[in-house]
């Protein structure tokens, strides 16, 4: 049972998507660059050390133009470009190609795969698969692999001044080749999932921040609407006192100030408007003040309130564990907890065919809150992961949200903010899903269980509480 997409109806979690598309515009130019200019040392350094000191008759020329041909390329970048430009995904494609090449043509030159430098191959790979889309990984993975099967194949040797041909046996060079192959699959797919991993995440967290921002700019506003109340009250007190006043005295002028009269009187019943208007939203405004600490029971009826009228049945318990205090905790009005037991019973209605129980509970030490339903439950084969963002999504059958999928993202909002209060969650199932139709309990489907210290959500006062179920 995982929440349906956001946008439909004022309390849905934000939507992610607009963050941009994966991989777009991600990596800097001066970045790569920079790789470049490293790779360009270290492959100057490693030439002019076999040349010289392990008297490694290489092409030195070739060896050398060809390293300079990345100086040459690193050059025009920087000269051509600032260095804060954003690569598209093409450009960065092409960037790393140009670099698999080049190394690709360096290890012909050296030797091939008798090179014990060849691995580095797999560095570009590495990057697109940290910072590109699949598609564009598995095209550096392809390339990759054609350019060191040719290498493999054909390569200048490795010769000695003296003569002395340096080369592995064909065996150990197949066997080079093949953790080459290897490499470039594992890294690719390793990078390419961790780094998914980390953009889905940055993109959940976001949309967390955006919701909690929310929640406090409601909390926010009722603060300003009782302070427009209060500073109003005046002023409308003197438009009413001088209407009063000029009324007695058009009254004493006779029929000839009628229609002024009139206009006063006019003027003096919209000054009373305006004034019940007012008190009104400034009382709700100071009751959200106040709310800022309230009963557990006013908690859990202001997070269930958008959804009362959604066409599913709410049932409430609230009550102490036996042997523990009676009176009802008083609990801090914070935009995190209200905001997360809001998507929990979002979830529970938007998947239950008719009925959501909402069980809240305490005693000396712990407060617990249990959201259940009886919809079909959450899969089974993905209960490990309630609360991670965007995992596969999960079509329900059944009910009014047939067709619908979710993202599991309200339930990432709900978990991360939720344990922003010191919460733990557990999620399960209220039935076993292979047993029959009339086998199922009437708590059959997904369960919520949120349990806090006391001392993490309750403020010092408390006050009385019923212990009987609510009826809203």
């Known amino acids: ?254 029929e000839a100030c009628r229609e002024i009269r009139a206009d006063a009187e006019l003027i003096r019943q919209e000054a009373d408007r305006c004034r019940t208007i007012l008190h009104s939203m400034g009382r709700t405004g100071r009751d959200d003040l106040h709310l800022r600490r309230l009963p557990l029971s006013a908690l859990i009826r202001d997070a269930a309130e958008p959804h009362l009228e959604r066409g599913k049945h709410l049932v409430f318990a609230l009550g102490d564990v036996p042997g523990s205090p009676s009176r009802q905790p008083m609990v801090r009005r914070q935009p995190e907890l209200l905001h997360g037991l809001r998507n929990l019973i979002q979830n529970g209605v938007d998947f239950a065919r008719s009925t959501v129980w909402v069980d809240a509970e305490w005693d000396q030490t712990s407060i617990r809150l249990r959201v259940a339903d009886d919809g079909p439950g959450y899969p089974p084969h993905l209960l490990g992961r309630i609360g991670d963002p965007f995992f596969q999504p999960r079509r329900d059958e059944s009910g009014p949200s047939r067709g619908r999928e979710g993202l599991g993202l309200g339930l990432f909002i709900a978990r991360t903010l939720l344990e922003r209060t010191g919460a733990r969650l557990n999620f399960s199932n209220g039935a076993d899903p292979f047993l029959a139709e009339e086998e199922r309990p009437e708590r059959c489907g997904a369960i919520a269980e949120v349990r806090w210290p006391r001392a993490a959500i309750e403020t010092v006062e408390r006050s009385e509480g019923a212990t009987n179920p609510l009826n809203l």
Request: glycine content about 8%; proline content about 5%.
């Open 1 to 254: 049972m995982i929440d349906p997409p956001p946008g439909r109806d004022p309390t849905a979690e934000p939507s992610a998507v607009a963050l941009g598309p994966e991989g777009s515009g991600w990596m800097r130019l001066k970045t790569l660059v920079l790789l470049r200019w490293l790779a360009v040392a270290g492959q100057t350094i490693a030439i002019l050390v076999a040349h010289q000191s392990y008297g490694i008759a290489l092409d030195l020329t070739a060896c050398l133009l060809t390293v300079g041909a990345a100086v040459a390329v690193n050059l025009a970048l920087v000269f051509a470009m600032p260095e804060t430009r954003r690569l598209t995904e093409t450009e960065a494609l092409l960037t790393l190609l140009l670099d698999t090449v080049q190394l690709g043509f360096l290890l012909y030159l050296t030797g091939g795969l008798n090179n014990p430098f060849a691995f580095l191959i797999v560095a570009p790979v590495t990057i697109a698969g940290a910072a590109l889309r699949a598609r564009a990984t598995v095209v550096m993975g392809i390339v990759t692999i054609a350019i060191v099967t040719l290498v493999d194949t054909y390569h200048l040797p490795l010769v000695r001044r003296d003569g002395t041909m340096i080369e592995v046996p064909r065996l150990f060079e197949f066997g080079f080749w093949l953790a080459i192959v290897i490499g470039v699959v594992f890294l690719g797919l390793y990078t390419r999932r961790v780094a998914s991993e980390f953009r889905t995440m940055g993109n959940a967290l976001l949309a967390t921040q955006m919701a909690l921002a929310r929640e406090q700019k409601l909390t926010d506003l009722g603060g300003v609407v009782a302070a427009a109340a209060h500073e109003l009250g005046t002023p409308l007190a003197t438009i009413k006192l001088v209407s009063t006043e000029m009324i007695d005295d058009l009254a004493e002028a006779g």
